[in-house]
């Protein structure tokens, strides 16, 4: 068919055209929107952070003692409802817990759910709750609350709290704690990894026998002199920032030697040689040929280093040397669960292991799905 | 001259990301037992994957053709090369009845295994001799294939070879095991020009004393005119022309072997120009409808070339063209 | 220095020292060039022949200043400028790397894959500083460009978007938009198939004449070399055993190496009976040679002169020189 030859490209073209044009960041994200796992792992990791970002908000009342419920110790799950014996409702509801004790209990707190109509507590939507600052502003709005009383949809701990909200709040400090660690890891990593990968030679042994020489420090061994050291004069949040930078200062070893394998090999192609026979300064070479070359990498390897964080920081916190209370995180959280008592009674104090689990988990999978994706120039060597 | 070799409508397409890409299409030639025959094409001509087909060498993704069938005749019967479907099955074949040499030598010896621990491995699998056997017959064939000092050498890693010893070393390797069919992938294209010529020789008395078939496989038509007895022109995934060496390149009928040979520098011709051919090779997910040499060819004849495949027409007894040029019915 | 010698070599040798050999004595070197002479016209297109371990490659580097230069002198003049390659200063090499390039022979790992091709052509000038604004940078990639048969189209897309050959057009667009004098093609074409490699030569040729360039054509390939060159040195083991014009080379070789290596060419004729000699033997231990001659491990003529002395190039014809012992003899 000999048509003009200059009318519109067709769909087909267009898109070849696009895949020509491609920059390598679009061409990582077409491979890693092909990956089912990858995708679904990167939508639950978004939720999760949102969550945790917007906990304050998400959660009726406050993770901490001033947020608990006297009168619902180690209490169950409240599900709410719509229907029961005396009929149905739009709006869900929970019933009343009373707590009593008597000799008849052998004096044991007892709860006592009651299920009359009066004693039902519907459930609200915004409602007005405690207030909570958020980047400075004062709300009182939360998601959901109760017309009276209090709910616990997870349950409540030994002290009342309300093991939602601490949940959602375990997840926003683990997440800022691992992107302490991250952050510090990374420059730390690039900064070594660059250097020795870079220059290679004497400088490239001797910083390597320093990466060595930290990357065999054993952990926990370090981190209880390290909590030893704390004294306990400090602040919850001053704890806080202390644990994540120790957290960085021990984690970038792995980084940094990947860093520095991958610019060792790099810096020895020949469009590095073409660039240097113009004399480019290595400045030029490592902004313009090397960072670009392993940007790929370093995301692939800092997405993939978070979970090792949280879960780190989370094994440090349950043995006791590492957060403590007001700041609540998962650790924090599962210090309790080792008692026979809730092992066997309580088990809703898991329901955060859970989310954990899921979050560690989407890291994982959104890893390796940019790992699969990245450096989509790999294959095209023939 | 017994046939050994018997390949029919071999077609193989891959399952890529990027889709179904046909790498090589309706291709059917013989050979004899005693006989080298040359695959020739440029990069993208689907040779190296034919050559691997005869061995079913190909990736997991590989889709063949329905009415593909490859037969070795070998001494105890003719064995259908497709029907052969597990390793073990295979076995019997790859390295066994059919061997095959490489480019890169350094690539197909590991590196920390002497080169005499890998023959002696070779031999042990296909063969029911006993180890003490298998070294005996090892540093006689790596005698035999022109290395000095064998028996130092057997003991030698890679990496102390020179690429030319490691290139016979290998070829030492493929033939220890007795095959009837070798299959050379480049084996000269790494090589400097003057240990080409040297193992372009070895290769040919080998044949000469075992009398084995090779298939040759090379982007280099000067090779396969020194080497070859037999020769297939591939373009794009089909052949285009095939027949002895003698005729193909002395009477270079296709447009496309007619560009290969202008194209080549010659030094009995220092004045000459050179002429490439035309435009660039077409990806293998466009490949053209009709004739796969259309889209390049400076003797189109018309919407023929671009919408039938052409079949092919006997030039002479045994050399055969695929071009509508010659097909009856199209006029000139 | 004759008839406007644009970059010349005198006695130049480069060696590279290896770990390893005894604790106290001399450190073993690697002599990848040794006493090499020879001097490139301007506008000429000089062919560098040898094998692997030929010291080709090497040579060319250090013409470049991309290797360094252990003793003797690289001389360049091309009529603004006269340099001592081995004794530049900082400003000196500056100037030097706009005036000689370098084209390499990967088309797929000479590119960056992140660039465009655009950034790719335009990242000498840029480095260089060799224009004042974006709009002259980009006029000057595109006039390079379209001399290089590239469609203007493409300067937006990336590198794997390419075939090989298309590839090394960007590469040699890379290497010429600086406008240098002296470019050293270092086995341009022997990645590319045989029907692009004649179109990237036929390239090359009509550039050279376009922009008066001088080339230094490194290859393995004396066929290639044959066609394209004025003017062919033949290397061995780092050193130079035969130089002349293109067509007396082929001609009248005198060199045993030189007589092999075209005789080991295979023709395109099934029928042509090999005249000349197949060499037998390998080549030296490049850290513990042989005195004398270093062909003579394979050389079918070598006596005992051979072993003891190294010959020396010596002139033997129009601009033909020769480093062997016996090549009266041999002729």
Same mark, same amino acid.
């Given at each position: 068919?000999?048509?003009?030859?200059?009318?519109?490209?067709?769909?087909?073209?267009?898109?070849?055209?696009?895949?020509?044009?491609?920059?390598?960041?679009?061409?990582?994200?077409?491979?890693?929107?092909?990956?089912?796992?990858?995708?679904? /792992?990167?939508?639950?990791?978004?939720?999760?952070?949102?969550s945790g970002i917007f906990s304050p908000f998400l959660t009726p009342y406050d993770a901490t003692i001033a947020g608990r419920?006297?009168?619902?110790?180690?209490?169950?799950?409240?599900?709410?409802?719509?229907?029961?014996?005396?009929?149905?409702?739009?709006?869900?509801?929970?019933?009343?817990?009373?707590?009593?004790?008597?000799?008849?209990?052998?004096?044991?707190?007892?709860? *006592? *759910?009651?299920?009359?109509?009066?004693?039902?507590?519907?459930?609200?939507?915004f409602s007005k709750g405690m207030e909570y600052k958020f980047l400075g502003i004062s709300f009182d709005r939360h998601l959901y609350g109760?017309?009276?009383?209090m709910?616990?949809?997870?349950?409540?701990?030994?002290?009342?709290k309300d093991?939602y909200s601490r949940?959602l709040t375990a997840?926003n400090t683990?997440?800022?704690?691992?992107?302490?660690?991250?952050?510090?890891?990374?420059?730390?990593?690039?900064?070594?990894?660059?250097?020795?990968?870079?220059?290679?030679?004497?400088?490239?042994?001797?910083?390597?026998?320093?990466?060595?020489?930290?990357?065999?420090?054993?952990?926990?061994?370090?981190?209880?002199?390290?909590?030893?050291?704390?004294?306990?004069?400090?602040?919850?949040?001053?704890?806080?920032?202390?644990?994540?930078?120790?957290?960085?200062?021990?984690?970038?070893?792995?980084?940094?030697?990947?860093?520095?394998?991958?610019?060792?090999?790099?810096?020895?192609? *020949?469009?590095?040689?073409?660039?240097?026979?113009?004399?480019?300064?290595?400045?030029?070479?490592?902004?313009?040929?090397?960072?670009?070359?392993?940007?790929?990498?370093?995301?692939?390897?800092?997405?993939?280093?978070?979970?090792?964080?949280?879960?780190?920081?989370?094994?440090?916190?349950?043995?006791?040397?590492?957060?403590?209370?007001p700041v609540n995180?998962?650790?924090?959280?599962?210090?309790?669960?080792?008692?026979?008592?809730?092992?066997?009674?309580?088990?809703?104090?898991?329901?955060?292991?859970?989310?954990?689990?899921?979050?560690?988990?989407?890291?994982?999978?959104? /890893?390796?799905?940019?790992?699969? +994706?990245?450096?989509?120039? +790999?294959?095209?060597?023939? | 001259?017994?046939?050994?070799?018997?390949?029919?409508?071999?077609?193989?397409?891959?399952?890529?990301?990027?889709?179904?890409?046909?790498?090589?299409?309706?291709?059917?030639?013989?050979?004899?037992?005693?006989?080298?025959?040359?695959?020739?094409?440029?990069?993208?001509?689907?040779?190296?994957?034919?050559?691997?087909?005869?061995?079913?060498?190909?990736?997991?993704?590989?889709?063949?053709?329905?009415?593909?069938?490859?037969?070795?005749?070998?001494?105890?019967?003719?064995?259908?090369?497709?029907?052969?479907?597990?390793?073990?099955?295979?076995?019997?074949?790859?390295?066994?009845?059919?061997?095959?040499?490489?480019?890169?030598?350094?690539?197909?010896?590991?590196?920390?295994?002497?080169?005499?621990?890998?023959?002696?491995?070779?031999?042990?699998?296909?063969?029911?001799?006993?180890?003490?056997?298998?070294?005996?017959?090892?540093?006689?064939?790596?005698?035999?294939?022109?290395?000095?000092?064998?028996?130092?050498?057997?003991?030698?890693?890679?990496?102390?070879?020179?690429?030319?010893?490691?290139?016979?070393?290998?070829?030492?390797?493929?033939?220890?095991?007795?095959?009837?069919?070798?299959?050379?992938?480049?084996?000269?294209?790494?090589?400097?020009?003057?240990?080409?010529?040297?193992?372009?020789?070895?290769?040919?008395?080998?044949?000469?004393?075992?009398?084995?078939?090779?298939?040759?496989?090379?982007?280099?038509?000067?090779?396969?005119?020194?080497?070859?007895?037999?020769?297939?022109?591939?373009?794009?995934?089909?052949?285009?022309?095939?027949?002895?060496?003698?005729?193909?390149?002395?009477?270079?009928?296709?447009?496309?072997?007619?560009?290969?040979?202008?194209?080549?520098?010659?030094?009995?011709?220092?004045?000459?120009?050179?002429?490439?051919?035309?435009?660039?090779?077409?990806?293998?997910?466009?490949?053209?409808?009709?004739?796969?040499?259309?889209?390049?060819?400076?003797?189109?004849?018309?919407?023929?070339?671009?919408?039938?495949?052409?079949?092919?027409?006997?030039?002479?007894?045994?050399?055969?063209?695929?071009?509508?040029?010659?097909?009856?019915?199209?006029?000139? | 220095?004759?008839?406007?010698?644009?970059?010349?070599?005198?006695?130049?040798?480069?060696?590279?020292?290896?770990?390893?050999?005894?604790?106290?004595?001399?450190?073993?070197?690697?002599? &990848?060039?040794?006493?090499?002479? @020879?001097?490139?016209?301007?506008?000429?297109?000089?062919?560098?022949?040898?094998?692997?371990?030929?010291?080709?490659?090497?040579?060319?580097?250090?013409?470049?200043?991309?290797?360094?230069?252990?003793?003797?002198?690289?001389?360049?003049?091309?009529?603004?400028?006269?340099?001592?390659?081995?004794?530049?200063? &900082?400003?000196?090499?500056?100037?030097?790397?706009?005036?000689?390039?370098?084209?390499?022979?990967?088309?797929?790992?000479?590119?960056?894959?992140?660039?465009?091709?655009?950034?790719?052509?335009?990242?000498?000038?840029?480095?260089?500083? @060799?224009?004042?604004?974006? #709009?002259?940078?980009?006029?000057?990639?595109?006039?390079?460009?379209?001399?290089?048969?590239?469609?203007?189209?493409?300067?937006?897309?990336?590198?794997?978007?390419?075939?090989?050959?298309?590839?090394?057009?960007?590469?040699?667009?890379?290497?010429?938009?600086?406008?240098?004098?002296?470019?050293?093609?270092?086995?341009?074409?022997?990645?590319?198939?045989?029907?692009?490699? &004649?179109?990237?030569?036929?390239?090359?040729?009509?550039?050279?004449?376009?922009?008066?360039?001088?080339?230094?054509?490194?290859?393995?390939?004396?066929?290639?070399?044959?066609?394209?060159?004025?003017?062919?040195?033949?290397?061995?083991?780092?050193?130079?055993?035969?130089?002349?014009?293109?067509?007396?080379?082929?001609?009248?070789?005198?060199?045993?190496?030189?007589?092999?290596?075209?005789?080991?060419?295979?023709?395109?004729?099934?029928?042509?009976?090999?005249?000349?000699?197949?060499? #037998?033997?390998?080549?030296?231990?490049?850290?513990?040679?042989?005195?004398?001659?270093?062909?003579?491990?394979?050389?079918?003529? &070598?006596?005992?002169?051979?072993?003891?002395?190294?010959?020396?190039?010596?002139?033997?014809?129009?601009?033909?020189?020769?480093?062997?012992?016996?090549?009266?003899?041999?002729?």
């Amino acid at each position: 068919m000999t048509d003009t030859t200059n009318t519109a490209p067709t769909a087909n073209q267009q898109l070849k055209e696009a895949y020509f044009t491609a920059s390598q960041g679009q061409l990582i994200w077409q491979r890693f929107k092909r990956n089912k796992s990858a995708l679904a /792992g990167a939508w639950v990791l978004i939720i999760l952070i949102l969550s945790g970002i917007f906990s304050p908000f998400l959660t009726p009342y406050d993770a901490t003692i001033a947020g608990r419920d006297k009168g619902y110790l180690n209490g169950a799950p409240q599900v709410p409802s719509f229907c029961d014996d005396n009929g149905c409702s739009i709006r869900p509801f929970v019933y009343t817990y009373e707590r009593s004790r008597s000799f008849k209990t052998n004096f044991r707190w007892v709860s *006592e *759910e009651k299920t009359e109509l009066e004693d039902r507590r519907y459930l609200t939507f915004f409602s007005k709750g405690m207030e909570y600052k958020f980047l400075g502003i004062s709300f009182d709005r939360h998601l959901y609350g109760v017309d009276k009383g209090m709910i616990h949809i997870f349950g409540t701990d030994s002290t009342g709290k309300d093991i939602y909200s601490r949940t959602l709040t375990a997840v926003n400090t683990s997440m800022a704690v691992g992107t302490i660690g991250v952050l510090i890891a990374f420059f730390l990593a690039l900064a070594i990894g660059g250097i020795s990968g870079y220059y290679g030679g004497k400088v490239d042994s001797v910083l390597q026998m320093l990466t060595d020489t930290v990357r065999t420090i054993p952990n926990i061994p370090l981190f209880m002199a390290l909590a030893a050291f704390v004294p306990d004069t400090w602040s919850s949040e001053e704890r806080f920032f202390f644990i994540s930078i120790v957290l960085g200062l021990i984690g970038w070893t792995t980084l940094a030697r990947r860093i520095r394998t991958h610019l060792l090999s790099e810096r020895n192609q *020949e469009y590095v040689l073409a660039a240097q026979l113009c004399g480019a300064s290595p400045a030029h070479v490592i902004r313009r040929h090397l960072l670009p070359s392993f940007t790929s990498y370093i995301i692939v390897d800092l997405v993939i280093s978070f979970p090792y964080m949280i879960l780190s920081e989370t094994a440090l916190s349950f043995i006791g040397l590492g957060l403590k209370d007001p700041v609540n995180s998962l650790g924090v959280m599962l210090q309790n669960v080792t008692s026979a008592d809730v092992l066997l009674n309580y088990q809703w104090y898991f329901i955060p292991v859970i989310f954990f689990i899921v979050l560690v988990l989407a890291f994982v999978f959104v /890893g390796d799905g940019l790992r699969d +994706a990245a450096d989509p120039y +790999a294959d095209t060597n023939k | 001259m017994t046939r050994l070799l018997d390949v029919e409508n071999l077609t193989l397409d891959f399952d890529t990301d990027e889709g179904r890409i046909t790498a090589v299409d309706d291709v059917s030639f013989s050979l004899e037992a005693g006989e080298i025959m040359g695959l020739v094409g440029e990069s993208g001509s689907g040779k190296s994957v034919t050559a691997k087909a005869l061995m079913k060498l190909n990736a997991s993704n590989s889709i063949y053709g329905e009415n593909s069938k490859i037969t070795l005749n070998l001494a105890d019967g003719p064995v259908d090369i497709m029907s052969l479907k597990t390793a073990k099955e295979l076995q019997v074949v790859r390295g066994g009845a059919i061997s095959m040499i490489f480019q890169e030598p350094m690539a197909s010896f590991a590196p920390a295994i002497t080169i005499g621990a890998q023959m002696v491995e070779q031999l042990l699998i296909h063969t029911s001799m006993s180890a003490v056997k298998a070294q005996e017959v090892s540093i006689e064939m790596l005698d035999r294939v022109g290395i000095s000092d064998a028996s130092t050498r057997f003991k030698q890693y890679a990496f102390e070879l020179s690429g030319g010893m490691r290139q016979r070393a290998m070829i030492a390797m493929a033939l220890s095991t007795n095959p009837k069919l070798l299959i050379a992938d480049e084996p000269t294209t790494a090589l400097d020009v003057t240990i080409q010529a040297q193992v372009i020789d070895l290769m040919k008395d080998l044949v000469k004393e075992f009398g084995m078939g090779i298939v040759f496989i090379t982007h280099d038509l000067g090779v396969i005119a020194q080497t070859a007895d037999t020769v297939a022109v591939m373009y794009l995934g089909r052949v285009v022309e095939k027949g002895p060496v003698r005729q193909v390149i002395g009477n270079p009928s296709h447009p496309y072997t007619q560009g290969l040979i202008k194209a080549l520098p010659r030094l009995d011709d220092l004045d000459s120009p050179l002429t490439p051919i035309p435009g660039d090779i077409p990806s293998p997910l466009e490949r053209p409808d009709g004739c796969v040499f259309s889209t390049r060819c400076s003797s189109f004849l018309g919407p023929q070339c671009s919408v039938s495949i052409p079949t092919f027409t006997p030039i002479s007894h045994d050399h055969m063209v695929a071009c509508h040029i010659y097909q009856e019915g199209t006029s000139k | 220095m004759k008839r406007d010698t644009l970059i010349s070599a005198t006695d130049v040798s480069v060696h590279y020292p290896i770990s390893g050999g005894k604790l106290f004595g001399p450190k073993p070197v690697v002599r &990848a060039v040794e006493n090499v002479t @020879l001097s490139i016209t301007k506008g000429s297109f000089f062919g560098l022949v040898g094998e692997s371990g030929s010291g080709k490659t090497t040579l060319g580097r250090a013409m470049l200043k991309a290797a360094p230069i252990t003793s003797g002198v690289v001389n360049f003049n091309d009529g603004e400028v006269n340099y001592s390659l081995a004794n530049l200063d &900082a400003k000196e090499l500056k100037d030097y790397r706009t005036r000689s390039q370098l084209i390499f022979q990967d088309p797929y790992a000479a590119l960056s894959p992140r660039m465009t091709v655009r950034d790719i052509i335009a990242e000498p000038l840029e480095i260089m500083k @060799l224009t004042s604004s974006r #709009e002259e940078t980009d006029r000057r990639v595109r006039e390079i460009a379209t001399k290089c048969r590239l469609n203007l189209e493409h300067l937006r897309r990336f590198p794997h978007a390419f075939s090989g050959g298309q590839r090394q057009r960007i590469s040699i667009a890379r290497a010429l938009v600086s406008e240098p004098k002296f470019v050293v093609a270092d086995e341009s074409v022997a990645a590319l198939d045989v029907s692009i490699q &004649a179109d990237v030569l036929n390239l090359l040729k009509e550039i050279q004449q376009e922009m008066g360039l001088t080339f230094l054509f490194i290859s393995h390939d004396l066929s290639v070399v044959a066609h394209i060159c004025d003017h062919v040195a033949v290397m061995y083991f780092g050193r130079l055993v035969e130089t002349a014009p293109t067509r007396e080379l082929f001609n009248n070789p005198r060199h045993p190496y030189t007589k092999a290596l075209l005789s080991a060419i295979p023709s395109l004729d099934p029928d042509a009976k090999n005249l000349a000699q197949k060499l #037998e033997g390998e080549i030296p231990s490049p850290t513990n040679p042989p005195p004398g001659c270093k062909f003579q491990t394979r050389c079918p003529h &070598a006596i005992d002169i051979c072993r003891r002395d190294e010959p020396q190039l010596e002139t033997i014809g129009e601009e033909h020189d020769v480093a062997c012992h016996r090549w009266e003899e041999l002729m």
